[in-house]
């Protein structure tokens, strides 16, 4: 056969042996030619094989030519794929398959089969000419998207999540099969038209989805909306969806495709979890935050109206006997009883909470009239009182109730309450069991607010601050390895407390003048003792949340130590979590960062007893953290204190931290905490605070070192 080449003209036969020779040896194809049938043997023989195959199979051309195709199959070689060859050949048909090969080395690999029979002129089948391309790679990748495919088909599962898409103009939607299941459709079809979808549809969320789709497909945005899937009229399931626009090659939207995902457990545990922070667990009544939220709207109304609002405070008397004596069990029983006597009695349109413990709180917007008021709460304290039977006891729940009224120009949800909180201790002065208005008379709690702030200003102008030390003790030598500064008033031979200044330290300016006047007089203490050669550790210093949102604490308190020549390692920062939250936390973090790098330690005061510690140790460059006192406290008896004080131990150990434990007052507990490791501990079996004076020895011989 003559052909000629397109480029130089030259004519040339294609049926020239060396022609096809060299056109067979270049292929990249591996290329073997076997008999038609077996002459000498019972397989047929390979009479040509190219360098491509020679490659291909790692055999030589010697151990090729002669022998059976046969010679690449292996272990592994599939069975059923090798029976469709054979019926194949058997029929004398060109086939094509895949099939898994061995090369002589022993490494598998895939080859694409493309065998076809060959005929003499006398249309006698002769040979089988097979074209073979090694296809590993591709099946390699094919694998690996099968089991993505799979994967995302089970991650799909898992996260009850799918895939959906409608061409736009079309009457029916394509979902992945995950959606199908979601929506109530067939697993067999991941079709659903839309107008069987608009049956199973809550109408809110069919109006959800319908302003989306309008959004998605003409103006283009992403969208993602809620609907309720109905089974039997009912809301069934809920379902999150989002879709965004598919466009064609002119810009123009051909169709909105996007995710759905099953969220009714999430949708349940929100809402579970919204109606667990505003209402009280026990009761079912609403908590503090609850009440917030409806008074907001019903003071509002109140103030709309021109109505007066009553609020109560109800404690119900001696529960922490009932407790104590018969059980928690039976004091929730009178807590639950409590709570039903007080929503019957005031009724659906009152706001009744609980606020914790055996308070409950009362508002109601001037639906009584206020001068059948004292009838109303006499009927509701005798109510109380009458006994109920539980479980062959005879309870009650009586209550000291307090209440207070404002008229609209004086609504003050939180006044109401301080006000009503006054009321309720009237009556408990009166005698368990009533009720009390408030009144005028009952200012005493703010003219002891005056008095602590007219104390305070007396004590800082007077120098009446005077620093008691409370030592920190090691467990295992006994040695006094610290002292905590801790403030008091001397006026003449009388000491007071800190709560005879206690409302002084909400005052911003006294508290950082009181403030002032502690660090210098610490720092003057120090000093007497590095000069005497005293061995006392370093000092903590007790501070405030108004110094330390002063501008230029840290730098202030530095100046302090140069003038009073005292190292930065002789002094210890201890600060409550109050400290460290609400409004000025990254002022307070900030000067915390700066003394911290100076020098001076940071401790952590009351540990465990609020809600962000962990959050704090992280955050914050704490040094040292000190565990509360009220965990100390009931440690033996109480196993869940004894966690919490080994679990802070543990903690303290893993950051690096110093941990001290307050409030040690027995030997007993001594021993534990030192059996736990706890290496510190102060509180009053190690000594009371006292004046420097009275630290005359700086060992404490009352336990034994080891």
């Given at each position: 056969?003559?052909?000629?080449?397109?480029?130089?003209?030259?004519?040339?036969?294609?049926?020239?042996?060396?022609?096809?020779?060299?056109?067979?040896?270049?292929?990249?194809?591996?290329?073997?030619?076997?008999?038609?049938?077996?002459?000498?043997?019972?397989?047929?023989?390979?009479?040509?094989?190219?360098?491509?195959?020679?490659?291909?199979?790692?055999?030589?051309?010697?151990?090729?030519?002669?022998?059976?195709?046969?010679?690449?199959?292996?272990?592994?070689?599939?069975?059923?794929?090798?029976?469709?060859?054979?019926?194949?050949?058997?029929?004398?048909?060109?086939?094509?398959?895949?099939?898994?090969?061995?090369?002589?080395?022993?490494?598998?690999?895939?080859?694409?089969?493309?065998?076809?029979?060959?005929?003499?002129?006398?249309?006698?089948?002769?040979?089988?000419?097979?074209?073979?391309?090694?296809?590993?790679?591709?099946?390699?990748?094919?694998?690996?998207?099968?089991?993505?495919a799979r994967d995302l088909e089970e991650a799909q599962k898992l996260a009850k999540l799918g895939t959906w898409r409608w061409e736009v103009g079309n009457g029916h939607l394509s979902f992945s099969s995950e959606v199908v299941?979601?929506?109530?459709?067939?697993?067999?079809?991941?079709?659903?038209?839309?107008?069987?979808?608009?049956?199973?549809?809550?109408?809110?969320?069919?109006?959800?989805?319908?302003?989306?789709?309008?959004?998605?497909?003409?103006?283009?945005?992403?969208?993602?909306?809620?609907?309720?899937?109905?089974?039997?009229?009912?809301?069934?399931?809920?379902?999150?969806?989002?879709?965004?626009?598919?466009?064609?090659?002119?810009?123009?939207?051909?169709?909105?495709?996007?995710?759905?995902?099953?969220?009714?457990?999430?949708?349940?545990?929100?809402?579970?979890?919204?109606?667990?922070?505003?209402?009280?667990?026990?009761?079912?009544?609403?908590?503090?935050?609850?009440?917030?939220?409806?008074?907001?709207?019903?003071?509002?109304?109140?103030?709309?109206?021109?109505?007066?609002?009553?609020?109560?405070?109800?404690?119900?008397?001696?529960?922490?006997?009932?407790?104590?004596?018969?059980?928690?069990?039976?004091?929730?029983?009178?807590?639950?009883?409590?709570?039903?006597?007080?929503?019957?009695?005031?009724?659906?349109?009152?706001?009744?909470?609980?606020?914790?413990?055996?308070?409950?709180?009362?508002?109601?917007?001037?639906?009584?009239?206020?001068?059948?008021?004292?009838?109303?709460?006499?009927?509701?304290?005798?109510?109380?009182?009458?006994?109920?039977?539980?479980?062959?006891?005879?309870?009650?729940?009586?209550?000291?109730?307090?209440?207070?009224?404002?008229?609209?120009?004086?609504?003050?949800?939180?006044?109401?309450?301080?006000?009503?909180?006054?009321?309720?201790?009237?009556?408990?002065?009166?005698?368990?069991?009533?009720?009390?208005?408030?009144?005028?008379?009952?200012?005493?709690?703010?003219?002891?607010?005056?008095?602590?702030?007219?104390?305070?200003?007396?004590?800082?102008?007077?120098?009446?601050?005077?620093?008691?030390?409370?030592?920190?003790?090691?467990?295992?030598?006994?040695?006094?390895?610290?002292?905590?500064?801790?403030?008091?008033?001397?006026?003449?031979?009388?000491?007071?407390?800190?709560?005879?200044?206690?409302?002084?330290?909400?005052?911003?300016?006294?508290?950082?003048?009181?403030?002032?006047?502690?660090?210098?007089?610490?720092?003057?203490?120090?000093?007497?003792?590095?000069?005497?050669?005293?061995?006392?550790?370093?000092?903590?210093?007790?501070?405030?949340?108004?110094?330390?949102?002063?501008?230029?604490?840290?730098?202030?308190?530095?100046?302090?130590?140069?003038?009073?020549?005292?190292?930065?390692?002789?002094?210890?920062?201890?600060?409550?979590?109050?400290?460290?939250?609400?409004?000025?936390?990254?002022?307070?973090?900030?000067?915390?960062?700066?003394?911290?790098?100076?020098?001076?330690?940071?401790?952590?005061?009351?540990?465990?007893?609020?809600?962000?510690?962990?959050?704090?140790?992280?955050?914050?460059?704490?040094?040292?953290?000190?565990?509360?006192?009220?965990?100390?406290?009931?440690?033996?008896?109480?196993?869940?204190?004894?966690?919490?004080?080994?679990?802070?131990?543990?903690?303290?150990?893993?950051?690096?931290?110093?941990?001290?434990?307050?409030?040690?007052?027995?030997?007993?507990?001594?021993?534990?905490?030192?059996?736990?490791?706890?290496?510190?501990?102060?509180?009053?079996?190690?000594?009371?605070?006292?004046?420097?004076?009275?630290?005359?020895?700086?060992?404490?011989?009352?336990?034994?070192?080891?």
């Amino acid at each position: 056969m003559l052909v000629t080449d397109n480029t130089t003209g030259t004519p040339f036969d294609l049926d020239d042996p060396k022609m096809l020779s060299a056109v067979l040896s270049t292929a990249n194809d591996a290329i073997i030619i076997t008999e038609a049938e077996p002459i000498d043997g019972p397989h047929p023989r390979i009479v040509y094989a190219n360098e491509s195959y020679v490659r291909m199979t790692g055999y030589s051309l010697d151990e090729i030519l002669g022998k059976t195709p046969r010679l690449t199959q292996g272990p592994e070689t599939d069975r059923p794929t090798l029976d469709r060859i054979r019926a194949r050949l058997t029929a004398w048909e060109p086939f094509r398959e895949e099939v898994l090969n061995y090369r002589k080395d022993g490494t598998p690999f895939w080859v694409e089969l493309n065998v076809r029979p060959l005929a003499n002129e006398a249309g006698w089948y002769t040979h089988w000419v097979s074209v073979q391309r090694d296809v590993t790679e591709r099946r390699a990748a094919m694998d690996t998207l099968a089991e993505h495919a799979r994967d995302l088909e089970e991650a799909q599962k898992l996260a009850k999540l799918g895939t959906w898409r409608w061409e736009v103009g079309n009457g029916h939607l394509s979902f992945s099969s995950e959606v199908v299941l979601m929506v109530g459709g067939k697993g067999d079809s991941n079709t659903i038209s839309i107008a069987a979808i608009q049956n199973s549809i809550d109408e809110e969320g069919l109006q959800n989805a319908r302003s989306a789709f309008d959004r998605i497909a003409l103006l283009g945005e992403t969208v993602s909306f809620e609907f309720q899937v109905l089974r039997g009229g009912l809301p069934f399931r809920t379902i999150w969806a989002e879709g965004q626009p598919e466009r064609g090659k002119n810009d123009e939207i051909v169709a909105v495709r996007g995710l759905c995902q099953d969220v009714t457990e999430r949708r349940s545990i929100e809402r579970r979890l919204i109606w667990n922070g505003t209402h009280d667990i026990l009761t079912g009544l609403l908590n503090l935050d609850g009440l917030r939220t409806q008074a907001s709207s019903l003071i509002a109304r109140a103030r709309a109206s021109g109505r007066p609002v009553v609020v109560g405070l109800a404690d119900i008397d001696h529960l922490k006997l009932v407790n104590d004596t018969l059980g928690h069990a039976v004091g929730d029983a009178l807590i639950i009883e409590a709570s039903r006597r007080l929503a019957t009695t005031l009724g659906p349109d009152a706001c009744l909470a609980r606020l914790g413990g055996d308070e409950f709180v009362f508002i109601d917007s001037g639906r009584r009239l206020l001068d059948q008021l004292p009838s109303q709460m006499e009927d509701l304290a005798a109510f109380l009182k009458t006994p109920f039977d539980y479980q062959g006891r005879q309870l009650d729940c009586a209550a000291s109730i307090g209440i207070a009224v404002a008229s609209a120009p004086a609504l003050c949800l939180d006044t109401l309450l301080r006000n009503a909180d006054l009321a309720m201790y009237r009556a408990k002065e009166i005698g368990r069991g009533g009720f009390a208005f408030y009144s005028a008379d009952l200012q005493e709690g703010v003219d002891r607010r005056v008095a602590h702030l007219d104390l305070a200003r007396l004590a800082v102008g007077s120098k009446l601050v005077v620093p008691h030390f409370q030592p920190k003790v090691s467990l295992s030598t006994g040695q006094v390895v610290g002292y905590e500064a801790l403030l008091r008033l001397q006026i003449g031979e009388q000491i007071l407390p800190p709560s005879a200044l206690e409302h002084a330290f909400e005052n911003v300016e006294l508290a950082m003048r009181l403030g002032d006047e502690m660090l210098r007089r610490v720092l003057d203490q120090v000093r007497r003792w590095r000069m005497d050669g005293v061995a006392f550790g370093s000092v903590a210093i007790n501070v405030s949340a108004a110094e330390l949102l002063r501008n230029g604490y840290a730098e202030k308190v530095l100046a302090s130590l140069r003038r009073a020549e005292v190292p930065a390692s002789c002094i210890e920062i201890e600060v409550t979590e109050g400290v460290l939250v609400g409004r000025g936390a990254d002022r307070v973090a900030e000067a915390l960062r700066q003394l911290r790098g100076a020098g001076i330690g940071i401790a952590l005061d009351d540990f465990g007893t609020g809600y962000a510690s962990l959050t704090h140790l992280k955050s914050l460059p704490i040094t040292a953290i000190k565990i509360d006192r009220s965990f100390v406290a009931e440690m033996i008896e109480n196993s869940h204190d004894a966690a919490i004080v080994r679990a802070v131990i543990s903690l303290a150990k893993a950051l690096s931290l110093e941990v001290v434990a307050e409030g040690v007052e027995t030997e007993a507990q001594a021993k534990v905490l030192r059996n736990w490791g706890c290496p510190v501990v102060q509180g009053f079996l190690f000594g009371r605070p006292k004046a420097a004076d009275d630290h005359c020895s700086h060992k404490i011989g009352l336990l034994e070192a080891g």
